[in-house]
T-cell receptor, first 114, second 115 residues
Framework: DTAVSQTPKYLVTQMGNDKSIKCEQN?????MYWYKQDSKKFLKIMFSYNNKELIINETVPNRFSPKSPDKAHLNLHINSLELGDSAVYFC?????????????FGPGTRLTVL | AQSVTQLGSHVSVSEGALVLLRCNYSSSVPPYLFWYVQYPNQGLQLLLK??????LVKGINGFEAEFKKSETSFHLTKPSAHMSDAAEYFCAVSTRRFGNEKLTFGTGTRLTIIP
């Protein structure tokens, strides 16, 4: 059983489109995250949710909107896609929103904007 | 603000040789430190973490790291490299500062193993 799963694995789309990436965890964790990894492999947090409540909201364009329907799911919707949005997006989860907690990462979604 | 610096974006070692990946941190409060590994086309996986208990931390796959406050370092080592160790390694820092419980990652070190 996959602990943290993301769909789709690959996403190729045109500029200006709207797309969503889904994430699910079956670890029973309370906290979920979205990260962006750019072409240089630099990994930066975008959002975190704890028990469906937004905790961390980094400096991310408001075209990005996370949605957490329940503790096990955290989806990422992106409006009006731009070339610079091309990256690998990782979902992660942890037991709680504690600094010492191990984060478990999904396999990533490679987004290519043409 | 917290940050980590990983010295050497690429490191190559021969199979069987010592692996040493360097990480230095900056934090105004006591840090928690992590090493994650990313295999090609996969997500990140925790190797080990320091959370203010023992300063020498042992992780999976024979890796270990030592927290040295005086040097603000948390270098990752493995006595004998294996071909399967080829991957990207990320050092990360977090702190207990309320409202800032987030991981800040370094820029990564790509480890290549020479047969």
């Amino acid at each position: 059983d996959t602990a943290v799963s993301q769909t789709p694995k690959y996403l190729v789309t045109q500029m200006g489109n709207d797309k969503s990436i889904k994430c699910e965890q079956n670890l029973g964790h309370d906290t979920m995250y979205w990260y962006k990894q750019d072409s240089k492999k630099f990994l930066k947090i975008m959002f975190s949710y704890n028990n469906k409540e937004l905790i961390i909201n980094e400096t991310v364009p408001n075209r990005f909107s996370p949605k957490s329907p329940d503790k096990a799911h955290l989806n990422l919707h992106i409006n009006s896609l731009e070339l610079g949005d091309s990256a690998v997006y990782f979902c992660a989860s942890s037991q709680a929103h504690r600094s010492t907690d191990t984060q478990y990462f999904g396999p990533g979604t490679r987004l290519t904007v043409l | 603000a917290q940050s980590v610096t990983q010295l050497g974006s690429h490191v190559s070692v021969s199979e069987g040789a010592l692996v040493l990946l360097r990480c230095n941190y900056s934090s105004s409060v006591p840090p928690y430190l992590f090493w994650y590994v990313q295999y090609p086309n996969q997500g990140l996986q925790l190797l080990l973490k320091y959370t203010s208990a023992a300063t020498l931390v042992k992780g999976i796959n024979g890796f270990e790291a030592e927290f040295k406050k005086s040097e603000t370092s948390f270098h990752l080592t493995k006595p004998s490299a294996h071909m399967s160790d080829a991957a990207e390694y990320f050092c990360a820092v977090s702190t207990r500062r309320f409202g800032n419980e987030k991981l800040t990652f370094g820029t990564g070190t790509r480890l290549t193993i020479i047969p």
